[in-house]
């Protein structure tokens, strides 16, 4: 039963280029998040999905940055046009179908990718 | 607005010492409080999660407390060692937040041998 696969491990872009971080969630897991981690900054959340739904996006950039989850494959973190400051280390999560009170079981995360800018 | 903060930021002991390692929020409306270990480079390992209806769970040397009334979690690690190196994250699961994390700074934690 693998966990939480994020691939590549490392990816380096120029600026103006585009990101594409993918991310597989444990097997029987059906919600994934994308959090950020900047360089000597606490995780922040960016986005919340499910199959085919943007649950939560209140921590996404309002540009450049987009994420999907579709009904096959895995959910992508697309970042466009990437600049300097969107080097950062971005990590996936997934959980299990949260209970009727709306709380998780809690989080797996997988080992993130590292985007840098040069 | 849910702020959590760990302290110290950085800690350093000498190894077989018992520590604790501190975490406060502001808002007591959680789901449930997870501490996680990050060691540098990698992912996350999920530690210990006490849901807001506990007030503690172990796991081996590792003891997590929860004080929801107060806003505060510790963590105990007893006799310690130096494969305990690492970064030490708390963070809350909010109530009505869409079970998105509120994440700490962190605690830089260094076991001397």
């Known amino acids: 039963n693998a966990g939480v696969m994020q691939n590549p491990r490392h990816l380096v872009r120029r600026r103006g280029q585009e990101a594409r971080l993918r991310c597989s969630p444990m097997k029987g897991h059906s919600h994934v998040y994308w959090y950020r981690q900047l360089p000597e900054e606490g995780l922040k959340f960016m986005v919340y999905l499910q199959k085919e739904n943007i649950i939560d996006e209140s921590g996404m950039p309002k540009e450049r940055f987009s994420a999907e989850f579709p009904k096959e494959g895995p959910s992508i973190l697309r970042i466009q046009q990437v600049v300097r400051g969107d080097s950062a280390a971005y990590f996936c999560?997934?959980?299990?179908?949260?209970?009727?009170?709306?709380?998780?079981?809690?989080?797996?995360f997988g080992s993130g990718t590292r985007l840098t800018v040069v | 607005k849910q702020e959590v903060t760990q302290i110290p930021a950085a800690l350093s002991v000498p190894e077989g010492e018992n520590l604790v390692l501190n975490c406060s929020f502001t808002d007591s409306a959680i789901y449930n409080l997870q501490w996680f270990r990050q060691d540098p480079g990698k992912g996350l390992t999920s530690l210990l999660l006490i849901q807001s209806s506990q007030r503690e769970q172990t796991s081996g040397r590792l003891n997590a407390s929860l004080d929801k009334s107060s806003g505060r979690s510790t963590l105990y690690i007893a006799a310690s060692q130096p494969g305990d190196s690492a970064t030490y994250l708390c963070a809350v699961n909010p109530q009505g937040g869409s079970e998105k994390l509120v994440f700490g700074k962190g605690t830089k934690l260094t076991v001397n041998p």
């Open positions: 999560a997934s959980s299990p179908r949260q209970t009727r009170q709306g709380a998780s079981n809690g989080y797996t």
